[in-house]
């Protein structure tokens, strides 16, 4: 097991208001709004989690739906859960934009994460954690931030979501075998720097 995988999961839910206990009916799939309101919580807790940021959270849970309100018609089977993988899938691929946005703009320095990032992340964990705990969850974070955007959603959707690889290859457009990988990828990076930390 790797270390602090298991805080992962206890990551502070996203600063929306419950909306889990929304419309669970057919119309859930056909009506943007019934989307937003049984699935906004979800969706914005995939979002805090892959990004590990508030700030962009709620642009992120914004795109989303935007294209959920553009694809709507594409969605055929009205399932809960087809309806969740579908959602997990389109914020999974604009929350892997961003990242790979924020990485380059760091490689050209446009914005301010060049100085002590020591405190990045720390209101990420839910509060009730132990101070060990946070501090475990944010250095795997900014460990994060130096792998690919991939490999990072990867390792967060299955240790952090708890989803399955096949889950994950469908939500990082890749195959089950590819997503296992880069699974495994990160356990070994952070055990290393665990390791030798």
């Not at 919580?41 to 294209?67: H, K, N, P, S």
Request: glycine share 6%; hydrophobic share 45%.
């Amino acid at each position: 097991m790797v270390p602090g995988k298991a805080a992962l999961r206890l990551v502070r839910s996203p600063p929306v208001a419950d909306l889990e206990a929304g419309l669970r009916s057919e119309r859930t799939a056909s009506d943007p709004e019934a989307l937003f309101v049984s699935h906004g919580r979800y969706v914005a807790a995939i979002a805090t989690r892959l990004l590990g940021r508030d700030d962009e959270v709620a642009d992120l849970v914004q795109d989303v739906f935007i294209i959920v309100v553009r694809g709507i018609g594409k969605l055929r089977r009205t399932e809960p859960e087809a309806v969740k993988a579908w959602l997990a899938t389109v914020t999974t691929r604009l929350a892997m934009r961003r990242l790979r946005w924020r990485r380059v703009r760091g490689w050209f320095r446009l914005h301010a994460d060049d100085g002590d990032r020591t405190h990045e992340y720390q209101d990420l964990p839910d509060p009730s954690l132990s101070g060990e705990e946070r501090a475990a969850v944010a250095a795997i974070y900014r460990l994060l931030d130096g792998l690919p955007a991939a490999h990072r959603s990867a390792w967060l959707l299955h240790h952090g979501e708890g989803m399955a690889a096949d889950q994950v290859a469908l939500a990082c457009a890749c195959s089950p075998a590819t997503a296992k990988r880069w699974i495994a990828a990160v356990n070994e990076t952070i055990r290393r720097a665990i390791t030798h930390g």
